[in-house]
């Protein structure tokens, strides 16, 4: 069974059965039998599906944000947001999809040579919690929209999250006339990923999650000769230098760290602090964290909600408790608290090192950590000291100097004065044990498709 606990409440709110065998085999058949006539299909009608799947996004927007709030315990407010979100991608895909894979002509000894964008067939999506519906879509809105059909194994704490998701596509499709299957949720356990991988109808798998499954789901795919995008962990540095906008950097970096109750890949991890500005940057983060609210996550008056499970949390007040053992000073929170649900408070930790634990890990949770340097060169060191290689931000005045040193980032995203955030218009992913490949802009849509090169001939002299 997939059991959905509130995080809130730490009691179960539903459970839904996991597929057998046979029901996951079907629902594979189902998905090569889709992707026989939507390969065929012109872009218009895929326009159509996903423009009238952003509609219904909209139209059901009360009910499916509070499936998001009750399975994860995402605040209501950001729920209706990752809902926006999700439409807009979705959109993006519909009206840009088709230039975005527009044939490109190369010279050569043709007549005439070029390079087409073809769907590859039906690709795994293996998606994590903290953000089902924004991560399903960057999924698979440019992968439909490029003609393949998609299998999407969600995770099993949020099951009602992703029966609505693929709900949108089956009542779309339905309505539309279009074969059915284009988009399935596959209710299976984690155990059962392996086979789905292996089956020969699998052309190619996105994984968004942990380096830990990254390896496992890479070796899998590579094991079988299929290609893969792996988005994966982040300890994601921002550099405040000397004259950076202090108040604006502060008021980003809240955000950056809260958002979700800081369970993001792409939060601000480690804020790097020029010495000659610390102790005021110190004091106006402190100031706006402690004004943060967190409570019930279904309060539209709520900023921080619980972390998503009881694992998680331990794990995240572990790694606290190490820092400052080790030696950092914690100015708020850093204390279990008591009552129900999987609540942990907002934590500022200060003077930490490289060396301490809140540093040389992926805090996922609504923790900062502030690290001390007397030179920017310092800053650029230890922001690169990292296994990790998602984002970074460079916090300056001087946006020159701050465009030069953003190729010495080892990241696969660079923001200068605001906040790393994945946009549909633009590629994100990482380097190093933070994945490889891109999701979004033109170059996510590219990365489940054959670039297939066509020459025409007689061959002319060149």
């Known amino acids: 069974m997939l ?49 009238r799947v952003a509609e219904k996004i909209r139209e059901d927007k009360d009910e499916l944000a509070l499936l998001m709030t009750v399975e994860m315990g995402k605040p209501i407010n950001e729920s209706y947001g990752e809902l926006e979100k999700s439409a807009w991608c979705a959109e993006h895909y519909a009206e840009n999809g088709e230039t975005y894979l527009s044939s490109i002509d190369l010279p050569s000894d043709a007549t005439h040579s070029y390079v087409q964008h073809l769907p590859l067939g039906t690709i795994l999506g293996i998606l994590p919690w903290n953000a ?16 393949n059909t998609c299998l999407m194994k969600h995770d099993e704490h949020v099951p009602a999250c992703a029966e609505a998701i693929a709900k949108l596509f089956s009542d779309v499709s339905e309505e539309l006339g279009l074969t059915p299957g284009i988009m399935q949720n596959i209710p299976i356990h984690r155990e059962q990923v392996e086979s789905v991988i292996k089956h020969d109808a699998i052309q190619a798998v996105s994984l968004t999650g942990s380096s830990g ?13 299929k290609p893969a995008v792996l988005e994966l962990g982040g300890s994601d540095p921002s550099l405040v230098f000397a004259d950076a906008d202090i108040d604006a950097a502060v008021e980003a970096l809240v955000i950056s760290r809260i958002i979700n109750a800081g369970q993001s890949c792409i939060a601000a991890k480690r804020l790097i602090v020029m010495d000659s500005v610390y ?28 972390i998503a499970r009881a694992d998680l949390r331990e794990g995240l007040h572990r790694q606290v408790q190490m820092t400052i053992d080790q030696g950092g000073k914690c100015l708020l929170g850093g204390e279990m608290p008591d009552g129900p649900g999987f609540f942990y408070p907002v934590t500022l930790l200060v003077d930490v ?46 946006v020159d100097k701050a465009v030069k040193l953003a190729p010495m980032l080892e990241a696969g995203q660079v923001t200068i004065n605001g906040i790393v955030k994945s946009d549909p218009r633009l590629p994100s992913g990482g380097i190093k044990r933070s994945g ?27």
């Not at 991560?135 to 929209?145: D, E, H, K, S, V």
């Not at 940057?281 to 619980?306: H, I, N, R, W, Y």
């Not at 590219?446 to 061959?459: C, D, L, T």
């Open 3 to 51: 059991v959905a606990i509130n995080p809130c409440t730490g009691q179960e709110v539903h459970r839904y059965p996991a597929m057998d065998d046979s029901q996951l085999n079907a629902a594979i058949e189902q998905s090569v039998i889709a992707f026989k006539s939507w390969k065929l299909t012109d872009f218009d009608t895929r326009r159509k599906l996903l423009n």
């Open 132 to 147: 089902p519906f924004w991560l399903a879509f960057r999924f698979c809105a440019p992968a439909i929209m490029a003609g």
């Open 213 to 225: 499954a990254g390896s496992a789901v890479a070796s899998l795919a590579a094991s079988q000769i």
């Open 279 to 306: 102790d005021e940057f110190v004091d106006k983060l402190k100031g706006k964290l402690a004004q943060l609210k967190m409570g019930d996550p279904a309060e539209t008056s709520t900023q921080v909600g619980p």
């Open 353 to 398: 090192t490289p060396d301490m634990q809140a540093s040389c890990e992926e805090t996922f949770g609504p923790i900062a950590v502030v690290m001390k340097v007397t030179s920017e060169d310092e800053a650029m060191q230890i922001a690169n000291d990292t296994p990790y290689g998602l984002a970074a931000s460079i916090w300056t005045a001087d």
């Open 436 to 462: 490889y490949g891109r999701e979004l802009g033109p170059h996510g849509i590219k990365e489940f498709v054959n670039y297939q090169q066509v020459w025409i001939g007689p061959k002319v002299e060149v």
